[in-house]
């Protein structure tokens, strides 16, 4: 049997269980990827190159299969897709290259990369059967949205003196620039009356940049639960988290 038509037959054999694999790996782990996730700026027809890398985490004799899932399947290829890795080879680097599509939507988008150990063979040559292992890296692509697009979310952490500390780290995920960003916090009590109110520092954010916003409360009110509304003001834009 041909390589390609033996490749075919182990990828048909294993992508049917590749989600349950997959979720199961923690527990059979002779495998592992590193890095667990692989972050990529869009830009139209860009060809970008990297590497992950194989770990054979159990020093076994093993093949492998690396394959390509998600919306990219089609635009990334790698230097080696099915290798055998000795006990005595601990790791392997791949190197891949991935040639963004000319349109996406804006937004992210996710594909990834599989690496599959192939079912070891028993002594008479058959295909044993078992769990196969399977890892994956994560490959996050986002698109920039045409005009002000802001993402935030709200961090809260506290200290034995009553200071209460919001920190709402903001990424701009537009194609302009953000002159003024800030945010007002309002502090709600359990019958739902507001008892504080303040505003955070203001910062510009570039495109494509994150950075925090942050202020810190002299939380001066009795013991209860309390609730924290944020609105973050970007320009003429608001976002409520």
């Given at each position: ?8 037959c ?16 923690a ?5 592992g ?19 992950f890398?194989?770990?054979n ?5 093993i ?6 899932q ?7 290829t790698f ?7 000795k006990?005595?080879e601990?790791?392997k680097r ?5 040639k ?8 992210q988008h ?9 079912p070891?063979?028993s002594?008479?040559?058959?295909t ?7 890892v ?10 045409p005009n ?13 003196l009553?200071k209460?500390t919001?920190?709402?780290p ?5 194609k ?6 800030r945010a007002?916090?309002d ?6 009356e ?9 910062v510009e954010?570039?495109?494509g ?20 509304v944020a609105?973050?003001l ?8």
């Amino acid at each position: 049997m041909g390589i390609e038509r033996r490749l075919t037959c182990m990828l048909f054999m294993v992508l049917l269980a590749i989600s349950a694999v997959i979720a199961g790996s923690a527990q059979i782990s002779a495998l592992g990827i590193t890095p667990g996730r692989i972050n990529l700026n869009y830009e139209s027809g860009k060809e970008f190159s990297g590497g992950f890398t194989i770990v054979n985490t159990e020093n076994k004799d093993i093949e492998v299969v690396i394959v390509a899932q998600g919306e990219f399947n089609q635009s990334v290829t790698f230097s080696e897709v099915s290798f055998k890795m000795k006990a005595s080879e601990r790791e392997k680097r791949i190197q891949y290259d991935l040639k963004m599509p000319s349109q996406l939507s804006p937004g992210q988008h996710i594909g990834e990369v599989v690496a599959i150990q192939v079912p070891s063979k028993s002594s008479a040559g058959e295909t044993s059967v078992g769990a196969t292992v399977a890892v994956a890296t994560q490959l996050f692509v986002f698109v920039p949205y045409p005009n002000k697009y802001a993402e935030a979310s709200l961090d809260i952490v506290s200290d034995a003196l009553g200071k209460i500390t919001f920190v709402i780290p903001v990424t701009n995920r537009g194609k302009l620039d953000l002159v003024k960003v800030r945010a007002n916090i309002d502090i709600y009590g359990a019958l739902n009356e507001k008892v504080a109110s303040f505003n955070t520092n203001q910062v510009e954010i570039k495109s494509g940049e994150r950075r925090e916003i942050a202020y810190t409360w002299n939380a001066n009110v009795t013991s209860g639960t309390y609730r924290a509304v944020a609105t973050v003001l970007y320009d003429e834009e608001t976002l409520k988290l």
